[in-house]
């Protein structure tokens, strides 16, 4: 079972930046394509960005310009590195893989985080 733990978020003011990783306790070179999500309090999980085994990447339009995703298969990390950030941007962020081939339960080989908290000020 592949255990994964988000970190790097925070507190900063619209403007700001932060970068968030994600650690896989074992290798994820298994899951081709790889994401980060977010929610707010009483909204829908959102899919951010996704990145695949050859460096592909998409984003969501919201975020588009903006986020940058990245993944190193030798360290099990996936980051995502985030500028010009938006008090829309509040929310708890996750990784896993893409939802959109495993469907919304995820991989049953793979546990989600308990995600990091992202605060954007005014």
């Known amino acids: 079972q592949v255990q994964l733990v988000e970190s790097g978020g925070g507190s900063v003011q619209a403007g700001g930046s932060l970068r968030l990783s994600c650690v896989a306790s074992?290798?994820?070179?298994?899951?081709?394509?790889m994401g980060w999500y977010r929610q707010a309090p009483g909204k829908q999980r959102e899919l951010v960005a996704v990145i695949t085994n050859g460096d592909s990447t998409n984003y969501a339009d919201s975020v588009k310009g903006r986020f940058t995703i990245s993944r190193d298969n030798a360290k099990n990390t996936v980051s995502l590195q985030m500028n010009s950030l938006k008090p829309e941007d509040t929310a708890v962020y996750y990784c896993n893989a893409d939802l959109n081939l495993y469907g919304p339960l995820g991989p049953d080989f793979v546990s989600w985080g308990q995600g990091t908290q992202v605060t954007v000020s005014s």
């Open positions: 074992e290798s994820i070179f298994s899951i081709n394509a």
